[in-house]
């Protein structure tokens, strides 16, 4: 597809449940980010990936999250005992490869909604 | 030293007027600002971007001014339009990319 595709659009759990949220970056985009949005706040970043290793993980909340990238290209969130606090809208991004250093612009999927009940 | 704070948290301008949102980071070693758009269920799309070594940068109705003693930004929007109703974002990075600390977000209400 053209942009950036997330799946599922919503996810709707039971709190201790386990989740899977899906990213497909744009094709040929070498670094994949995940965010999370809170209703009314700024994206908070996650995780990064460049090419298929995770180039910083700092934001993942817990041990609860992690994520993969095995073949460099779909990326997959996952997210174990899931806790009400986890509700947000998870939204990944693509870049192409830095040139000379700078990645500019990231382009956004349209975010999974998690709610956790 | 990480947060960027954004200011105001929501914003009405009429038709026409000047849309002004400010932000302000602590952290020097930011190098690259942008300025993201997200419409309600949408992704945020990046708007303007501006680099510590220029003051200011525009493209078509859009500004950005950047104070880098006083460690602040902002966003001009001229002749707002009822388009340009959405959520505005600041943020910024260090190594140019990648990694964004966002600000809070600002709501644009343009009134025709």
């Known amino acids: 597809g053209a942009g950036v595709s997330q799946t599922p659009s919503n996810k709707v759990t039971e709190k201790g449940k386990y989740v899977e949220l899906r990213c497909d970056p744009i094709?040929?985009?070498?670094?994949l980010y995940w965010y999370r949005q809170s209703l009314g706040q700024g994206p908070e970043f996650l995780i990064y990936?460049?090419?298929?290793?995770?180039?910083?993980d700092s934001g993942l909340p817990n041990d609860r999250f992690f994520a993969v990238r095995p073949e460099g290209s779909v990326s997959t969130l996952k997210i174990q005992r899931t806790e009400r606090g986890d509700s947000a809208v998870y939204l990944c991004?693509?870049?192409?490869?830095?040139?000379?250093?700078?990645?500019?612009?990231?382009?956004f999927g349209e975010g999974s909604r998690l709610t956790v009940l | 030293q990480q947060q960027v704070k954004q200011s105001p948290q929501s914003l009405i301008v009429q038709k026409g007027g000047i849309s002004i949102i400010n932000c302000a980071y602590e952290?020097?070693?930011?190098?690259?600002f942008p300025w993201y758009q997200q419409f309600p269920g949408k992704g945020p799309a990046l708007l303007i971007a501006?680099?510590?070594?220029?003051s200011e940068k525009k493209e078509g109705r859009f500004t950005i001014s950047f104070n880098k003693s006083a460690k602040q930004f902002s966003l001009h929007i001229m002749d707002s339009q009822p388009g340009d109703s959405a959520t505005y974002f600041c943020?910024?990075?260090?190594?140019?990319?990648?990694?964004?600390?966002f600000g809070q977000g600002t709501e644009l209400s343009v009134k025709p």
């Open positions: 991004a693509s870049s192409p490869t830095p040139l000379a250093g700078v990645v500019g612009e990231l382009f």
């Open positions: 094709s040929g985009h070498t670094a």
């Open positions: 990936f460049q090419g298929t290793g995770a180039a910083d």
């Open positions: 952290n020097t070693a930011f190098d690259y």
């Open positions: 501006i680099r510590p070594d220029v």
């Open positions: 943020a910024a990075s260090m190594d140019q990319g990648g990694k964004l600390i």
